[in-house]
C-alpha cells in the first residue's frame, strides 16, 4: 500500500495504523514521489492519496494517472478540505473524508 499525503503528522500516523493491522506500507509527500515508487515498487496494490498536495498533480490528478497507467491498482482518495464529486473519482475509487480512523481505510 501506498500512503500519499504531504503533511508529514498524518501520513506517518495513518501509515503507522496500517502498519499495526498488518499492511506493508510505502509512504510519499507528493504526487511525483509516489510516481516514483510506484515504477520500483510493482507490488503497490493500493494508493490511498490526499487530494490537496504541491508538485505537478494533485491526489485527483495522481489517482487518473495511476488508474491509467496501472489499472490493477486500488485507489482511496481523501481530503479534510476538498470533497470532490464521484464524477472525478477513478471508477471505484471511494472518497473517505478527513479526519478518519484506520477502520474505514481498512474496509
Known amino acids: 500500500m501506498l500512503v500519499v499525503d504531504d503533511e508529514p503528522l498524518l501520513r506517518?500516523?495513518?501509515s503507522a495504523e496500517l502498519e499495526d493491522e498488518g499492511f506493508v506500507v510505502l509512504e510519499a509527500g507528493s504526487a511525483?514521489?509516489?510516481i516514483?515508487?510506484?515504477e520500483r515498487h510493482p507490488?503497490?496494490?493500493l494508493v490511498f492519496t490526499d487530494v490537496d498536495m504541491p508538485g505537478t498533480m494533485d491526489g485527483i490528478r495522481l489517482a487518473g494517472f495511476v488508474r491509467d497507467r496501472w489499472p490493477p491498482i486500488k485507489i482511496i482518495v481523501t481530503s479534510g478540505h476538498r470533497f470532490p464529486g464521484a464524477e472525478t473519482l477513478p471508477e471505484g475509487s471511494?472518497?473517505?473524508p478527513k479526519p478518519y480512523v484506520s477502520d474505514e481505510v481498512v474496509r
Open 94 to 96: 471511494p472518497f473517505k
Open 32 to 34: 511525483d514521489d509516489a
Open 43 to 45: 507490488e503497490v496494490s
Open 12 to 14: 506517518l500516523s495513518i
Open 36 to 38: 516514483r515508487i510506484i
